[in-house]
């Protein structure tokens, strides 16, 4: 499965996810400049988290103007998977393919630390390793996680099953207190109406070797790599 | 009453040294040449006053690739690898204007290590406060906490580690020390020097702008009331710049184009300029109208004396700076050819090619004063000495006494702080801020570095060469317990003003005691830097060598943490109590003095401890190492116990009185955890071993039960311990 992760100015997790696809999932990857245009050769898509564009005026606001931004939702419009991490999400949701924004943190403040997510929906490309309601500890890093959306769109997020990870507590109870960053819902990751678009603020390209703490985050590259594997 | 100040003395230069330029020059200077001479001989940029006690600093050894002198210092890891690291202080900003004072103390000791030709792979911080009950010592700890956050998290290299420390001296003179450590990869270290006639010199990164001018001054001077008009003297930071600074320069970097590079820092482009011809022997003629500025109608001297942040000065090739204009183009910076290198031995500034500074380099550089200063050993240590911790009533209650322990602020979870940091990007952070030092993976061999840094000043506030000899032994003793042998240090020495003969014996005195631990332990210094005039009408801060010790791991397996593992492992103490509860924390929060004697370091037992629990990690013996520091035994007990939920049941056998035997801060004591199945080894190899070694109990149940002689001092529940220790820090922050 050829990944491509988009190297934005300002991006800097690009290499944590060309390590976990190409040392850990063992699957060929290639950073690609946000001024290129062509995707055609890959599989899959990730926009990495960091600061693209130091996070001026709006955090991925000015990344979705990118030469690169074209071909990637070419590559969503054909059904292929594109995976935005923390603030691939923030430009996921600036650039239309995902709905919502992402607000400041309720404290207003960089928040570093694992969190547990629960998988709300096992049946998308992302989390068909995980079972349902199964509770992860992944890492936040983030500013601006707050994730809010109209009560219609939250409403049609919620029916569709589309709200993929919700913050809870190590019981995979969404309280308020397990709750981050003041998102509605606890909404941590959502997925668009097509089933191949995820956002999600946490990082699980940070836990996917136990000699960092944990592996919870890699069934989740897997799980993309399977899926694709069985449409071949 | 204000007396009018020449010209030099308003820019920090005495008549004496005024006479020098003139001697040097054979005529007057030009105001923009003063301003230059200001900056160059500033304590900032030249070490007038500290350069011959750093000369007593061992700074070789076998893995030294290059010492002091250059941007950062370089040790080899073997494989081809070497570390670049350095660690800086950005006080005097940080107490004018904490948020971009920090900041910018990150951005410039991030760009000193990449200058090196090394990717920063992780940075560090050291911060001092004073009480917390100080709303103004609260702003700045928010502020400089949310500068550093701002810096550092965007440019994506983790903040893995370091300390933050309390004490009245730093009230109004916080320190903000910041360490940058760097990973080259190809054995290629990139210098800062000047080399080649004809060879184009070129500004690249940021535009020059007016704000930071004298910075390089201002940080020579004790703060005062005056000082918060030198708020524009504080730099403003661009991190997002500086990211892009970051992967244009490593680029250009792979294309050995470059011939010399160096960032421009204190004293901006003139010491740039100067330090990189003087150390290629050779001269640089430049135009400041040829620097790409921020705004119109800049002088020669603010072009000079600019310290915007996030620009370098290279020197490359001839022939080749398009090469450098196509990777400067690619991400979006500017790269400037404003001059060429000559063979003449002077920094030629002009303007519009009228020459307007034109001045030998060494005489900003080499030739730059140096003092002898002054020492007398101040009349307080007569008192601290003096004094008898037994003369204080034991506690009633020890439970009491370790639970109030537990919420010092010294003591307490650093979490508020750290958890503000990105110390997880990058993917390579196995041990993660809190325990004892940080360490990292070196992704695609087995190897792992550890790394620490920090400083107990009240040990070196009350006898300076203990003291100093203590922060080295203490910070190679933080590395040990994490799995690496200790390899080298950069230290940053925080201090006084050094006019004052008392503040020079302390800096004197604890120089020579690091010194001595350093050759002890071989682990020679390879750089740092000279904070003096942390002083402000309130008083000096304590004096402050923090230092930054680097370790390697041989095999990134042997990463070791403080926490408890399992139930029933065997709980050891590799060290001997001593009856020494002078200088303590506990002396410090419960009985509120800063005194006593300062506990002894014996670097023979110190080696030989650091030694078998190095050897017992790297053999598997031992699961868990934790240094005994701020807190003695008992704290460090609890440490173990509630960062890893599993109690702890010990007997002590020593007849100190108990509050010495429990929180006395004696030196060179690791406890160490044994996992039941290699305990018979671990006995064998202790009966064979002439270090001091007792068996203190096991890990067990969820409370923390510590007896002396079978009687039973203190039994409180794990539980109740954490959140006392995690909560102190937000519920005083919260209060106000």
């Known amino acids: 499965m050829n990944f491509a992760v988009i190297l934005f100015p300002g991006s800097n997790c690009e290499v944590d996810c060309v390590h976990v696809i190409k040392e850990v999932l063992q699957e060929p990857v290639t950073t690609v400049w946000h001024k290129d245009t062509d995707l055609s050769q890959f599989d899959a898509v990730i926009l990495p988290g960091g600061f693209s564009y130091g996070d001026y005026l709006r955090c991925g606001a000015i990344a979705r103007f990118s030469p690169i931004m074209d071909a990637v939702i070419a590559h969503a419009k054909a059904g292929k998977p594109v995976l935005g991490i923390c603030n691939g999400f923030q430009i996921l949701t600036e650039c239309g393919l995902l709905p919502g924004v992402l607000l400041r943190n309720q404290s207003l403040q960089f928040i570093c630390e694992d969190r547990f997510i629960r998988v709300e929906n096992n049946q998308t490309m992302y989390t068909s390793l995980y079972t349902k309601n199964q509770v992860l500890r992944i890492p936040i890093a983030h500013a601006e996680g707050n994730y809010y959306a109209d009560p219609e769109t939250i409403a049609a997020l919620e029916a569709e099953n589309r709200v993929v990870f919700r913050y809870c507590d190590a019981q995979g109870n969404p309280t308020p207190e397990s709750n981050p960053n003041g998102a509605i819902n606890n909404i941590a990751g959502i997925i668009n109406e097509e089933g191949n678009v995820l956002g999600m603020m946490p990082h699980p390209e940070r836990l996917s070797e136990v000699i960092l703490g944990g592996d919870d985050g890699l069934a989740l590259f897997q799980s993309m790599l399977k899926t694709w594997r069985n449409q071949l | ?736």
């Open chain 2, 1 to 736: 009453m204000k007396t009018t100040k020449t010209p030099w003395q308003e820019m920090g230069l005495s008549d004496s040294e005024y006479e020098k330029v003139l001697s040097i020059l054979k005529r007057e200077p030009s105001l923009p040449e003063l301003g230059m001479f200001a900056a160059m001989w500033s304590e900032h940029c030249s070490y007038k006053n500290s350069k011959p006690i750093l000369r007593l600093f061992p700074t070789t050894g076998k893995r030294v690739l290059q010492g002091p002198g250059e941007n950062a210092g370089v040790i080899d890891i073997g494989d081809g690898q070497a570390i670049a690291f350095k660690v800086e202080s950005h006080n005097h900003p940080s107490a004018i204007e904490p948020f971009q004072g920090a900041a910018t103390g990150v951005g410039g000791i991030i760009r000193d290590v990449f200058t090196m030709g090394a990717r920063p792979i992780a940075c560090l911080n050291s911060l001092r406060f004073g009480n917390l009950e100080n709303a103004r010592v609260r702003y700045l700890l928010n502020g400089v906490v949310d500068g550093i956050a701002a810096y550092g998290n965007c440019m994506g290299i983790p903040t893995v580690g370091g300390e933050t420390w309390f004490n009245d001296s730093y009230s109004g003179n916080p320190l903000v020390n910041a360490m940058c450590v760097g990973l080259i990869e190809n054995g290629k270290i990139h210098k800062g020097i000047a080399k080649g006639k004809g060879n184009p010199v070129m500004a690249v990164g940021a535009r020059t702008g007016r704000d930071g001018i004298h910075g390089a001054t201002f940080a020579s001077e004790e703060l005062s009331e005056e000082s918060e008009n030198k708020r524009p003297a504080v730099q403003v930071g661009d991190p997002f710049m500086e990211k892009l600074l970051l992967e244009a320069c490593l680029e250009l970097m792979e294309t050995d184009a470059v011939v010399g590079i160096q960032d421009m820092g204190a004293a901006g482009i003139t010491s740039s300029s100067c330090e990189m011809a003087a150390r290629g022997n050779s001269g640089i003629d430049y135009d400041v109208a040829l620097v790409p500025q921020r705004e119109k109608g800049m002088t020669p001297y603010e072009i000079l004396l600019s310290e915007s942040q996030e620009r370098m000065l290279v020197v490359v090739e001839k022939g080749r700076e398009s090469e450098v204009t196509a990777i400067f183009d690619k991400w979006g910076l500017e790269a400037a050819v404003i001059g060429q290198v000559t063979d003449d031995g002077y920094v030629t500034v002009r303007e519009h090619g009228k020459i307007v500074c034109h001045i030998p380099a060494k005489a900003l550089t080499d030739e730059a004063p140096i003092y002898y200063k002054e020492s007398k050993r101040p009349a307080y240590l007569d008192d601290t000495e003096k004094f008898d911790p037994l003369s204080l009533p034991e506690p009633q209650d020890y439970n009491e006494a370790l639970k109030n322990m537990m919420t010092s602020p010294n003591i307490c979870s650093k979490e508020w702080v750290y958890r503000h940091y990105d110390h997880m990007v990058r993917t390579s952070t196995v041990t993660r801020p809190g325990s004892d030092a940080a360490v990292l993976r070196i992704k695609g061999t087995q190897k792992g570095l550890a790394m620490s840094l920090d400083c107990n000043s009240r040990y070196v506030y009350l006898n300076p060469r203990e003291g100093g000899k203590i922060a080295v032994a203490e910070a190679a003793r933080n590395v040990v317990c994490s799995g690496a042998e200790p390899m080298a240090i950069t230290n940053c020495l925080n201090f006084g003003n050094p006019e004052k003969p008392e503040v020079f014996y302390t800096f004197r005195e604890a120089v020579e005691g690091m010194a001595e631990s350093c050759r002890a332990l071989e682990t020679p210094v390879t750089g740092g830097n000279v904070s003096f005039y942390n002083e402000n009408q309130h008083g000096a801060v304590y004096p402050t060598p923090t230092v930054g010790m680097m370790g390697l791991l041989t095999d990134i397996n042997h990463a070791t943490t403080l926490s408890f593992k399992n139930e029933g492992d065997s709980i050891y103490l590799v060290g001997i109590n001593k009856d020494e509860l002078g200088a303590s924390e506990y002396l410090s929060h419960v009985h509120h003095l800063n005194t006593g004697k300062t506990p002894v370091l014996d670097l023979d037992l110190e080696k030989s401890v650091q030694a078998i629990v190095l050897k017992g990690i790297r053999n598997g013996l031992v699961n868990a190492a934790h240094d005994c520091a701020e807190g003695g035994l008992a704290v460090a007990l609890t440490e173990m116990a509630i960062t890893g939920n599993l109690g702890s049941k010990v007997n002590l056998e020593e007849s100190l009185r108990s509050d010495v035997l429990l929180f006395g801060e004696s030196q060179s004591r690791i406890i160490v955890t044994i996992p039941q199945e290699k305990q018979s080894l671990w006995e064998e190899w202790i009966k064979n071993s002439s270090t001091p070694i007792q068996y203190l109990g096991n890990v067990e149940g969820k409370t923390i039960e510590i007896s002396q002689q079978n009687q039973s001092k203190i039994n409180v529940s794990c539980e109740e311990l954490y959140s006392l220790w995690k909560e102190a820090l937000p519920c005083i922050l919260s209060k106000h």
